[in-house]
């Protein structure tokens, strides 16, 4: 009996003999084989044979939407967009509010701007809006640089192309400290990466800071030059207007 287990354990441990192999005494089947003859379903407890039946799973259907959105409908309602009101005077803040307009499509981005008479020339960075401290729409401002406002027109195109600078700023620089000796009749050069624009100084002003009228869109190639005034006290906008050769 001791040896009789001693091989069955040994020949479980095996690695599985191929069939009708001479000497092995063991013949191993499949369990896809056919159904086994009548002498080994005798031998066989009823019990032995074990029929699985495999459920396929259920397939998933994507629920259709019960809504379809519509393109008119405004993500953010028109009640929720603040009132854009006129900006104050506050140092450093020389940008004016954003007044309401569709902006002008197709307008090519500025790139350089050189005023050979007060001996300026400087790269061109494009400004978004942002909300200032008070909450209201106003513009960024150009660290270092000369800044074009987007949505706006563009260098030789028909409207009013906004450029603005820091007359005087600690932290970033003062691209404008000699803007107000602009006077008119002298040229400003505009230019993009294909070709330049020649402009003439036909007005120079100091507005308040909520005159916005001063960014108005012209039927006619125009461009306007901001920055604040007094230098060191920043209550006021010069506004240096000019017209396209």
Same mark, same amino acid.
């Given at each position: 009996?001791?040896?009789?287990?001693?091989?069955?354990?040994?020949?479980?441990?095996?690695?599985?003999?191929?069939?009708?192999?001479?000497?092995?005494?063991?013949?191993?089947?499949?369990?896809?084989?056919?159904?086994?003859?009548?002498?080994?379903?005798?031998?066989?407890?009823?019990?032995?044979?074990?029929?699985?039946?495999?459920?396929? #799973?259920?397939?998933? *259907?994507?629920? $259709?939407?019960?809504? /379809?959105?519509?393109? =008119?409908? @405004?993500?953010?309602? %028109?009640?929720?967009?603040?009132?854009?009101?006129?900006?104050?005077?506050?140092?450093?803040?020389?940008?004016?509010?954003?007044?309401?307009?569709?902006?002008?499509?197709?307008?090519?981005?500025?790139?350089?701007?050189?005023?050979?008479?007060?001996?300026?020339?400087?790269?061109?960075?494009?400004?978004?809006?942002?909300?200032?401290?008070?909450?209201?729409?106003?513009?960024?401002?150009?660290?270092?640089?000369?800044?074009?406002?987007?949505?706006?027109?563009?260098?030789?195109?028909?409207?009013?192309?906004? #450029?603005?600078?820091? *007359?005087?700023? $600690?932290?970033?620089? /003062?691209?404008?400290? =000699?803007? @107000?000796?602009?006077? %008119?009749?002298?040229?400003?050069?505009?230019?993009?990466?294909?070709?330049?624009?020649?402009?003439?100084?036909?007005?120079?002003?100091?507005?308040?800071?909520?005159?916005?009228?001063?960014?108005?869109?012209?039927?006619?190639?125009?461009?306007?030059?901001?920055?604040?005034?007094?230098?060191?006290?920043?209550?006021?906008?010069?506004?240096?207007?000019?017209?396209?050769?």
């Amino acid at each position: 009996m001791l040896l009789s287990a001693i091989a069955l354990l040994s020949a479980a441990c095996a690695a599985p003999a191929e069939t009708g192999l001479r000497g092995s005494g063991t013949v191993l089947r499949s369990r896809e084989v056919d159904a086994p003859s009548a002498a080994e379903a005798i031998d066989t407890p009823a019990t032995a044979v074990v029929e699985r039946t495999l459920t396929p #799973l259920p397939r998933l *259907i994507p629920t $259709p939407t019960p809504f /379809a959105l519509v393109e =008119s409908d @405004p993500i953010v309602p %028109v009640d929720a967009i603040p009132t854009l009101i006129g900006g104050g005077t506050d140092a450093e803040m020389h940008v004016l509010p954003v007044p309401a307009r569709p902006p002008i499509s197709n307008a090519l981005p500025a790139r350089r701007v050189v005023i050979p008479s007060i001996g300026l020339d400087s790269k061109i960075i494009q400004l978004s809006t942002k909300l200032d401290r008070r909450g209201q729409i106003a513009w960024e401002t150009a660290p270092f640089a000369v800044g074009q406002h987007k949505g706006l027109a563009g260098p030789g195109q028909n409207g009013n192309m906004v #450029l603005s600078g820091h *007359i005087s700023s $600690p932290n970033e620089g /003062a691209v404008f400290h =000699s803007l @107000p000796d602009l006077k %008119v009749g002298e040229g400003v050069i505009v230019a993009t990466e294909e070709r330049q624009y020649l402009y003439r100084v036909v007005d120079v002003k100091t507005v308040t800071p909520d005159q916005v009228e001063v960014l108005n869109q012209t039927p006619d190639p125009t461009a306007t030059l901001i920055t604040c005034v007094p230098d060191g006290i920043y209550s006021h906008r010069l506004v240096v207007s000019l017209r396209l050769v």
